[in-house]
């Protein structure tokens, strides 16, 4: 059995530095009011000694704990299928690791679970939380005001209980949806349908007011609910094509969906585009790119939306590094989007 060598200690790091230890516990813990060159004296003894800091103490002096929450409002199911998800974590941890702060991945099988994240915000172990894919209905928003955790939603919160003042990160939706049904219009096609998202979220429902900003009074037959999914993009282009023989175009909310279609079109001898042409939402390369034909979608910037709540929640947090780039109280901010052109339309 072999001698385990004893963790650097905060004196030992005074006495290599030649300063004293409150200097030390200072810079390591991020205050201010010590010089420039002691600064740089005490960051080189932290490396030759290797030393880290027990979280713990660090935590009684800066009142932070470095971690914070992704609450996803949506089963492991669903997230680890679908990439959005990937991209929107992987904008969200690039952010937090460039200002070494830990992500804490919380997730939601039920409503069970949303008390168990409730009490878990409660607890203090996290500065904040990020949260997205919320539903209307969901209880998450009243638990987190009730922890009093600082908090940035994806997308724009769709409560109705009169809270404001929420911050978020949101892609005009609205906006994509208008500009994908104009190109389909522009294309020569009259019967031109919409396969929704769940439309207790409020990016499923903005996209389907862009759709009927363009078609106005069309049929509503024309108009199918579905859940974001492949699967749920095949049941609703079946059952378009059941009632409505004659779709000659279909915008679907995301392009998993869009996926789904495209694979009953071809099931069904339909051409695409020549017969149909099919519009998706996100400009998820991995799915656009590989569907037959590859799909014209509307491209909103998955990743940059996770780096921005992160930036956003961490400016509210107080965070030098992240306040380099801006002044003032943070602000919900919402990405433009725009269409990208592939052979599906």
């Known amino acids: 059995m072999t001698d385990t060598a004893?963790?650097?200690?905060?004196?030992?790091?005074?006495?290599?530095?030649?300063?004293?230890?409150?200097?030390?516990?200072?810079?390591?813990?991020?205050?201010?009011?010590?010089?420039?060159?002691?600064?740089?004296?005490v960051?080189?003894?932290?490396?030759?000694?290797?030393?880290?800091?027990?979280?713990?103490?660090?935590?009684?002096?800066?009142?932070?704990?470095?971690a914070v929450a992704v609450v996803i409002a949506e089963p492991e199911t669903r997230v680890f299928a679908d990439p959005f998800f990937a991209l929107q974590l992987r904008g969200i941890s690039k952010e937090l690791t460039a200002h070494d702060n830990q992500l804490v991945l919380l997730l939601t099988e039920g409503r069970d679970d949303h008390a168990r994240v409730g009490r878990y915000l409660a607890g203090g172990h996290v500065d904040g939380a990020l949260v997205f894919s919320?539903?209307?209905?969901?209880?998450?928003?009243?638990?987190?005001?009730?922890?009093?955790?600082?908090?940035?939603f994806g997308g724009r919160p769709g409560w109705s209980d009169g809270r404001g003042g929420a911050l978020y990160v949101d892609s005009d939706n609205r906006g994509g949806a208008r500009e994908a049904v104009r190109h389909l219009a522009a294309l020569g096609r009259t019967r031109i349908a919409h396969i929704?998202?769940?439309?207790?979220?409020?990016?499923?429902?903005?996209?389907?007011?862009?759709?009927?900003?363009?078609?106005?009074?069309?049929d509503p037959?024309?108009?199918?609910?579905?859940d974001f999914t492949p699967a749920g993009g095949e049941r609703a282009m079946r059952e378009l094509?059941?009632?409505h023989p004659d779709?000659?175009?279909?915008?679907?909310?995301?392009?998993?969906?869009?996926?789904?279609?495209?694979?009953?079109?071809?099931?069904?001898?339909?051409r695409v585009p020549e017969d149909v042409a099919v519009i998706g939402f996100d400009d998820m390369v991995p799915v656009a790119e590989q569907t037959d034909p590859p799909l014209t979608t509307v491209r909103q910037d998955i990743e940059e939306m996770g780096r921005l709540m992160a930036r956003l929640l961490l400016r509210r947090l107080g965070d030098k590094g992240a306040e380099a780039g801006g002044a003032g109280t943070p602000s919900s901010v919402v990405l433009p989007t725009t269409l990208v052109r592939r052979a599906s339309a």
Do not use: C, W
């Open 43 to 66: 960051r080189r003894a932290v490396e030759e000694l290797g030393y880290v800091p027990n979280q713990a103490a660090r935590s009684l002096v800066t009142k932070r704990h470095d």
């Open 241 to 243: 094509l059941d009632r």
């Open 6 to 41: 004893p963790r650097p200690t905060l004196e030992a790091v005074a006495a290599r530095a030649g300063v004293s230890r409150a200097t030390v516990s200072r810079v390591v813990n991020g205050g201010d009011g010590v010089r420039e060159p002691l600064v740089a004296r």
């Open 221 to 226: 037959g024309l108009v199918v609910e579905s």
């Open 134 to 152: 919320l539903h209307l209905d969901d209880p998450l928003p009243g638990l987190i005001q009730h922890a009093g955790v600082p908090t940035v």
């Open 196 to 218: 929704t998202g769940p439309l207790d979220q409020t990016s499923a429902a903005d996209r389907l007011d862009g759709f009927r900003d363009v078609m106005g009074d069309s």
């Open 247 to 270: 779709v000659d175009a279909v915008f679907a909310a995301n392009d998993l969906t869009a996926a789904g279609a495209l694979r009953v079109l071809r099931e069904r001898g339909r």
